[in-house]
Nanobody, 129 residues
């Protein structure tokens, strides 16, 4: 069983930065696609960023140039550095992991909805204007 635990959420003013971290434990290997999903009240779940075992990352258009995802395979940690935060980034952020042939934010969303991806409990990010 894989367990994912997020940390690093909080409140920040627009233009500020936050760093989210996700620690994975259990039967997880370096070849998992890992990433971050977010969901705000009344909005659809969004795949923010994903990174494969080779370190190749992809991002939602809404965060490109502002967010950076990274992973430490030796320690099963995935980080999300969020810069130039905007009020519309306010959401619950979830770490996700999936074993499969593809690795992207939208793919993690579909895998999570299908029940095949692992997901943490989430950490709240609030950006005030």
């Amino acid at each position: 069983e894989v367990q994912l635990v997020e940390s690093g959420g909080g409140s920040v003013q627009a233009g500020g930065s936050l760093r989210l971290s996700c620690g994975a434990s259990g039967s997880i290997y370096g070849d998992a696609c890992m990433g971050w999903l977010r969901q705000a009240p009344g909005k659809e779940r969004e795949g923010v960023a994903a990174i494969d075992s080779d370190g190749i990352a992809s991002y939602a258009d809404s965060v490109k140039g502002r967010f950076t995802v990274s992973r430490d395979n030796a320690n099963n940690i995935v980080n999300l550095m969020m810069n130039s935060l905007k009020p519309e980034d306010t959401a619950m952020y979830y770490c996700a992991a999936n074993f499969g042939p593809y690795c992207s934010g939208p793919y993690l969303v579909r895998a999570q909805e299908a029940g095949t991806a692992y997901r943490g409990q989430g950490t709240q990010v609030t950006v005030s204007s």
